[in-house]
């Protein structure tokens, strides 16, 4: 599979982004309004913090009026998978298996997400199996090159 752009966001960045993909798009008052008041950020942070994001191709904006209206440039499932990446590539070594091992003992995990998760293992077995059979059953059916002359 090939490695996604890498998308690091700081706690602020990141809940700009949610707000975006939650609403679509929204000015900076809605984004500033949406945030909340823990911690309050002022209304001239979260305008730098959008002006900078969009400098990185993470937001883009269309004028409306005299306000600017943003709107997320990369997808949540996008950022989520690059950050994923990062976690695991920092922190376990690239060892998936690590990782789950790490995630599965240090929390509670329900009946329901054990299930789920062995279904998901299940589901990706079933796809490399597949996608082995097909890379084997293409190369039988490649020319043989020392034949071509």
């Known amino acids: 599979m090939p490695r996604s752009q890498l998308h690091r966001l700081g ?3 990141l809940r700009i982004m949610q707000v975006l993909w939650q ?5 900076v008052a809605e984004v500033h309004a949406a945030l909340g008041a823990r911690p309050r950020f002022a209304y001239t942070t979260i305008a730098t913090m959008l002006r900078k994001m969009e400098a990185r191709g993470l937001v883009r904006h269309r004028a409306q009026g005299r306000a600017f209206v943003y709107r997320a ?3 949540e499932r ?14 376990f070594a690239g060892s998936l298996s690590t990782m789950v091992s790490h995630l599965l003992t240090a929390r509670e995990v329900s009946a329901e ?11 990706r077995k079933r796809i490399s199996r597949k996608e082995t059979h097909i890379k084997k059953g293409d190369a039988r059916h490649e020319p043989d090159s020392s034949r071509l002359d």
């Open 23 to 27: 609403r679509g798009e929204a000015t």
């Open 78 to 91: 996008q950022v989520s998978r690059g950050m994923a990446e990062h976690v695991l590539d920092r922190l």
């Open 113 to 123: 997400e054990l299930a789920e998760l062995e279904r998901l293992i299940q589901e």
């Open 11 to 13: 706690d602020l960045q």
């Open 73 to 75: 440039a990369v997808a």
